[in-house]
């Protein structure tokens, strides 16, 4: 399973992103996909999750902004960012957790 990300960029402050992760073979209807970012000399870290029955999870710092989602019929996970803040800023990488399978990131940066 190869995993591509898009969708990132450059955003100000209260701004939106909406990340897409299409993924060569099948997501599956029974695979636990996630959204993770690393910012900066920081180590990566978990931002949200989405089970097979649409279950999520999001980290205590997004939630409320930032919303995952995924379309088995494409495979593809979304993560639709919103009220962007400079702390999201980093790269944002897609993971078939339930395969241990990484896409190659995409950079979002938030500044004024």
């Known amino acids: 399973v190869q995993l591509v990300e898009s969708g990132g960029g450059s955003v100000q402050p209260g701004g939106s992103l909406r990340l897409s992760c299409a993924a060569s073979?099948?997501?599956?209807?029974?695979?636990?996909m996630g959204w993770y970012r690393q910012a900066p000399g920081k180590q990566r870290e978990l931002v949200a999750t989405?089970?097979?029955?649409?279950?999520?999870y999001y980290v205590d710092s997004v939630k409320g902004r930032f919303s995952i989602s995924r379309d088995n019929a494409k495979n593809t996970v979304y993560l639709q960012m919103n009220s962007l803040k400079p702390d999201d800023t980093g790269v944002y990488y897609c993971?078939?957790?339930?395969?241990?399978?990484w896409g190659q990131g995409t950079q979002v940066t938030v500044s004024s």
């Open positions: 989405v089970t097979s029955d649409g279950t999520t």
């Open positions: 073979g099948t997501i599956a209807s029974t695979n636990l």
């Open positions: 993971k078939h957790i339930s395969l241990g399978y």
